[in-house]
């Protein structure tokens, strides 16, 4: 991992939160279906429920997603529970990457999906703000503002210059550390 990121991904692995074949290539973006898996493991271990218990004790009513081009376990499950979602189209696109803002907008819906209370939270301070897009606004602002128990810093922050960066890629170590500091929250 780059040097800033090193210790938290570090205490990740300590704590088992990654996926042994996530724990490489920390700065290359992330593909959707790496980060369901890293979701599911990080759901798992701040619940101590299994999968199947996760999605039956939390999946969303009506019936369950069904994605044309990937049957991947991890990923139906955490579609089950509303932890991500696909384009909208039928498909997940699991080898696709995910935005800055999206994962902001992924990070919410996790948390909310095993009962975390997600109140609306006022403001981006961010010199891009203008960047990011209406959906991910509410997002934004409480992964910007929601702290990490152990750390004290939000679970999810900008990249420096006082931006968020919405439309970048998401990389492996961003998203072990954001993983990381919700688990943590």
Do not use: H
């Not at 509303?82 to 189209?89: I, Q, R």
Request: aromatic share 8%; hydrophobic share 40%; net charge negative.
């Amino acid at each position: 991992p780059s040097a800033w990121a090193l210790e938290e991904v570090q205490d990740a692995a300590r704590l088992e939160l990654l996926p042994e074949d996530l724990t490489e290539f920390y700065q290359q973006p992330i593909t959707r279906l790496e980060y369901c898996r890293l979701t599911m493991q990080i759901l798992r271990q701040k619940t101590g429920l299994t999968t199947e218990a996760l999605v039956e004790q939390y999946a969303l009513p009506g019936p369950r997603p069904v994605f044309s081009d990937c049957k991947d376990p991890e990923v139906l499950a955490a579609a089950a529970t509303g932890a991500v979602f696909g384009p909208g189209d039928g498909t997940f696109r699991p080898q696709g990457l995910i935005s800055r803002q999206d994962a902001a907008v992924m990070l919410l819906q996790a948390a909310a999906a095993v009962g975390a209370e997600v109140l609306p939270i006022d403001g981006l301070m961010y010199a891009d703000a203008d960047q990011i897009s209406t959906y991910a606004r509410l997002a934004i602002q409480w992964t910007s503002q929601v702290r990490d128990s152990v750390t004290g810093k939000p679970v999810m922050a900008g990249v420096g210059g006082g931006r968020f960066d919405p439309l970048g890629n998401y990389t492996r170590e961003q998203t072990m550390l954001t993983a990381l500091r919700l688990f943590r929250s």
